[in-house]
């Protein structure tokens, strides 16, 4: 006997490259291509290195009270995480306690899989219609919970808000998580419904439209008592999550309601020109309601264009997964940047 069979084995997610490489234009992970809000800098210059000494506030209470302030809901129905990745993983951990499975599309966000295994929780991936949309009716039968990024990722395609309502109002059992990480850039929200389903859970983050991937936090939305467990779950885990500079340059962040309307507004505004540029030069895509777009070339082969794209400093995400091998996840950065995506796309297309 080795110990090696007793160790819980995983494997894991593979986050898109931080290249060391200065100059490259990094179109892979959808981080926001604008800084931070200025409050943030501010924020930053003010911050007593000193008190970094102490631990940080276990409640959170400076950045739990922006946002619900900023989203108008109470303290109680907010909750905090090192990026959305540690609410999910969280909330994994704490609702997805049933021997039935977990539903979610067979193409999403590549992390909740991993999540399940890591945590033995039984799942079954629903496949979504061959234009990348959801069926909610696949979500009605009995289940152990249902996990739906909207708008989703990789495809960018976002569901309506009386389609994910009849998913929760089919789901009462159990709970529903709808993962809002793109929401920002163009699909309508399920938090005003927290008050009218106590079995639903939303999920965002500050790392795509409030330009702080780097921090690290994310947040979740739901009734108080759901927001309790999770809670309990949380600090019977780690009691300190958060760190003081998250708490305090988050709640700044949070605090510029101005700053983050008019970047995300011209991340759209890139995207939407992007779309026809894209259109033009051939490209195949749903309409991307995310800071990225996913798209193929019926005529090439996506290896090759990705290919092509890193030998000129431009890096794409790919998946090497079926039914989307084919497909480039193309994150909308500045314009500058989108001006030479075209560039060597038209170069590489002989355009
Ligand atoms: C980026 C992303 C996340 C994770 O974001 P972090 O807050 O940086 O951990 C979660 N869900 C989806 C769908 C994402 O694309």
């Keep these: 006997m080795s ?20 100059n490259i234009i990094k179109l892979n992970t959808n981080e926001n291509p604008y800084p931070p809000s200025p409050l943030v800098y501010k924020a930053y210059e003010e911050t007593e290195l000193s ?33 959305s990745d540690d609410v999910l993983s969280m909330a994994f951990l704490t609702f997805f306690n ?24 039984p799942y079954k991936q629903m ?16 289940n152990g919970g249902v996990v739906i990024a909207n708008p989703n990722a990789p495809t960018g395609v976002k569901l309506p808000l009386d389609a994910i309502e009849d998913i929760i109002s089919h789901n009462r059992d159990v709970v529903v998580i709808i993962d809002e990480a793109y929401v920002d850039f163009g699909a309508e929200s399920a938090l005003p419904l927290i008050d009218k389903y106590d079995n639903l859970l939303v999920v965002r983050t500050y790392s ?41 340059l988050g709640a700044a962040a949070m605090n510029d309601r101005e700053y983050f309307e008019e970047t995300t507004a011209k991340v759209v505004a890139t995207r939407e020109r992007v779309k026809v540029q894209l259109k033009e030069l051939g490209f195949e895509f749903g309409d991307s309601r995310a800071n990225f777009i996913f798209a193929r070339h019926p005529e090439k082969a996506g290896k090759d264009i990705f290919d092509y794209l890193r030998a000129h400093d431009i890096i794409v995400r790919r998946f090497d997964k079926p039914r989307i091998n084919e497909y480039l996840r193309i994150s909308i950065g500045t314009d500058e940047e989108m001006d030479r995506l075209i560039e060597v796309l038209k170069e590489y297309l002989g355009k």
């Excluded at 007793?6 to 931080?18: A, I, L, S």
């Excluded at 496949?127 to 009995?142: C, N, Q, S, V």
């Design 3 to 22: 110990w090696e069979e007793y160790v819980r084995k995983v494997v894991p997610y593979t986050p898109g490259e931080q290249p060391k490489i200065k």
């Design 51 to 83: 008190d970094f000494r102490k631990y940080p506030d276990p409640t959170c209470s400076v950045l739990v009270d922006s946002i619900a302030s900023f989203y108008d809901v109470k303290k109680e129905n907010v909750f905090v995480g090192v990026g």
């Design 98 to 121: 049933s021997d039935k499975p977990v539903l979610f599309p067979d193409i999403t966000y590549s992390f909740y899989d991993v999540w399940a295994d890591l945590y033995r929780i």
């Design 127 to 142: 496949p979504l219609k061959d234009d990348f949309t959801i069926d909610p009716a696949d979500y009605y039968g009995e």
């Design 208 to 248: 795509k439209s409030r330009s702080l991937a780097g921090l690290r936090i994310g947040y979740a939305f739901g009734c108080e008592k759901l927001i309790k467990y999770i809670l309990d779950a949380k600090f019977s885990f780690n009691s300190y999550t958060m760190n003081m500079p998250s708490l305090i």
